[in-house]
């Protein structure tokens, strides 16, 4: 979903966005890594439900939905996340 500053909302795929009218994107990235895959499951409550509210650690590719993280997340985290079971085991 994108919103431009005129208000108006439309949807899109991150491949048709122009990345010079977003400086923060990062062109080097591709794009079908932002996406969580069917059926990946809540490492801690089991729902494969909420895909986007879900985090995929950037380790060991398990999903954690951000709500049922202790404490909680609110806000996606920019650049690598590690999850928590990867940061015990020092990964």
Same mark, same amino acid.
């Given at each position: 979903m994108l919103e431009g500053r005129d208000g108006v909302v439309w949807k899109d795929h991150v491949r048709n966005c122009a990345p010079c009218h977003f400086p923060n994107v990062d062109g080097t990235m %591709?794009?079908? #890594?932002? =996406?969580?895959?069917?059926? #990946?499951? &809540?490492? #801690? &409550? !089991?729902? @494969? %439900?909420?895909?986007?509210?879900? #985090?995929?650690?950037?380790? &060991?590719?398990? !999903?954690?939905?951000?709500?049922?993280? @202790?404490?909680? =997340? %609110?806000?996606v985290p920019t650049g690598w996340w590690v999850c928590p079971r990867c940061t015990s085991e020092g990964r």
């Open positions: %591709d794009p079908s #890594l932002a =996406i969580v895959r069917a059926g #990946l499951r &809540c490492m #801690l &409550c !089991g729902s @494969t %439900d909420q895909a986007a509210h879900m #985090l995929v650690c950037d380790r &060991c590719s398990r !999903g954690w939905h951000m709500s049922c993280l @202790t404490p909680p =997340i %609110d806000v």
